[in-house]
């Protein structure tokens, strides 16, 4: 589908050895939170743009974009005028992500949970779809739904969160908030990983 266009070469440069290798790097560093020794395949990034594609989304949360595999496949089903705010805690990440050329993406250094924050900081109205990569099941479980509480208090009504995840964490502390998600499995991946999806009901506030 993407062979020899633009997109298939913007790809290509987000599947780069030196961005292997950085991931790695920072996995031996933060085995906890960086979670996989490779980033997500393209089988998984195109599962989670196929899905996000079909809500048109045009203000973007990314949790946990990496070395930008994600953070690219996203960026491809955004329309011009959209805007992705991605948050990484590993600074190395963020240098390289900020050398992206790319005036839509929004780049901050932090915790997940100072998403509230960012939003405000980057004059960002509620997101209409929030992709988080964020290991919910190595982080202490306060932190897990602090930061859930503030993805569904932000997303707007209507809104879809997304989380590509090995372990059911996250969908343990989003029930109370979110109810039961849609879940799908993605094999293609090291390691095979499942996508949660809530949808934040049109009229919920
Ligand atoms: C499994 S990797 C996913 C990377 C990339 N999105 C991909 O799919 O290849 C998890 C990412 O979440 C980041 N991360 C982990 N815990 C975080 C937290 N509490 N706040 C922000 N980023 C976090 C890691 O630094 C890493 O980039």
């Known amino acids: 589908m993407f062979e020899g266009t633009g997109v298939d070469a913007q790809r290509a440069r987000y599947e780069r050895p030196e961005l292997a290798w950085m991931f790695f790097r920072n996995f031996l560093r933060h085995p906890a939170t960086v979670a996989s020794i490779v980033p997500s395949s393209r089988f998984l990034t195109r599962c989670l743009a196929d899905i996000a594609r079909r809500d048109r989304p045009r203000t973007v949360v990314e949790l ?118 849609q879940v799908r499995m993605e094999v293609r991946n090291v390691p095979p990983m499942r996508i949660y999806c809530w949808r934040k009901p049109a009229g919920a506030a």
């Open 64 to 181: 946990g974009p990496g070395t930008g595999c994600t953070t690219r496949a996203l960026l491809d089903i955004l329309p011009r005028e959209g805007r992705l705010l991605a948050i990484d805690v590993e600074e190395e990440f963020v240098v390289n992500l900020r050398n992206e050329p790319d005036e839509r993406l929004l780049v901050q250094h932090g915790r997940a949970d100072c998403l509230n924050e960012a939003l405000l900081a980057h004059r960002l109205a509620h997101p209409d779809l929030i992709v988080s990569g964020i290991p919910f099941s190595t982080m202490p479980a306060q932190e897990g739904r602090r930061i859930l509480q503030q993805v569904w208090t932000s997303l707007a009504p209507g809104g879809r969160f997304l989380a590509y995840q090995v372990r059911g964490h996250v969908a343990r502390y989003a029930r109370e908030w979110m109810g039961t998600p």
